[in-house]
């Protein structure tokens, strides 16, 4: 089965700064790759997600990057805010929507003031 | 977007008691919901695939005789924990997809906490 491993597992920036996450995936079959922040003790809220057949994708401040090949792709979160402090995310589907996930193993990120 | 809301949010129990934890679509139908476990600081673990009509599917060391799923309609999927023991003590939260060209919506979860 599919095998995500993400790193790292503890993140420290200042406000402002850029901060990165890398996932990387072992089923070449996965096409779908979602990101989700959870705050302590609530649900994981979905804030970005790409697909196999794009490289790169952009909402405000994050951004995906995806590279098939390597099987391993990032979050990027720029000029962050105290509010990004959470743990993330990332997950891997062989399948759009209806299929399960694979999680990675989190990564806190604590945003310093 | 779609909301998925879970029942009850938090749950004390006693050893060797049974509960049951429900998770709803409220505003699409769910053919397939997903139940997954969190253990504390650790990441989402696939438990088991309702399936709407028909058996859940488990994932791998998952007891089925332990972990009960039934889907008995489009909106709703319970979990019961049967025969609870302190191990179990967990946040268990589920997830479905408004169709399968939607992303999954988790539902706000429910914190088990066996005494």
């Known amino acids: 089965g599919e095998n995500v491993e993400q790193h790292p597992s503890t993140l420290s920036v200042q406000e402002g700064d850029s901060a990165v996450i890398k996932c990387t995936y072992s089923d070449s079959a996965s096409n779908y790759f979602p990101w989700y922040k959870q705050e302590l003790g609530k649900r994981p809220q979905l804030i970005i997600d790409?697909?196999?057949?794009?490289g790169e994708k952009k909402d405000q401040r994050i951004a995906v990057t995806l590279n098939k090949t390597a099987k391993h792709f990032s979050l990027h979160i720029t000029e962050t805010q105290p509010e990004d402090s959470a743990v993330y995310f990332c997950a891997a589907s062989s399948d759009f929507g209806n299929e399960k996930l694979t999680f990675g193993t989190g990564t806190r990120l604590t945003i310093i003031p | 977007g779609a909301v998925v809301s879970q029942h009850p949010s938090w749950v004390i129990c006693k050893s060797g008691t049974s509960v049951k934890i429900e998770c709803r679509s409220l505003?699409?139908?769910?053919?397939?919901m997903f139940w997954y476990r969190q253990f504390p600081k650790q990441s989402l673990m696939l438990m088991a695939t309702?399936?709407?009509?028909?058996?859940?599917?488990?994932e791998q060391g998952v007891e089925k005789d332990k972990f009960l799923i039934n889907h008995a309609s489009l909106t709703l999927s319970t979990l019961t924990v049967t025969s609870a023991h302190p191990e179990d003590s967990s946040f268990y939260i589920c997830?479905?997809?408004?169709?399968?060209?939607?992303?999954?919506?988790f539902g706000n979860g429910t914190r088990l906490t066996v005494t």
């Open positions: 309702s399936n709407e009509g028909s058996k859940a599917t488990y």
């Open positions: 790409i697909r196999s057949n794009v």
């Open positions: 997830s479905a997809s408004r169709d399968r060209a939607s992303p999954l919506h």
């Open positions: 505003d699409f139908q769910a053919t397939t």
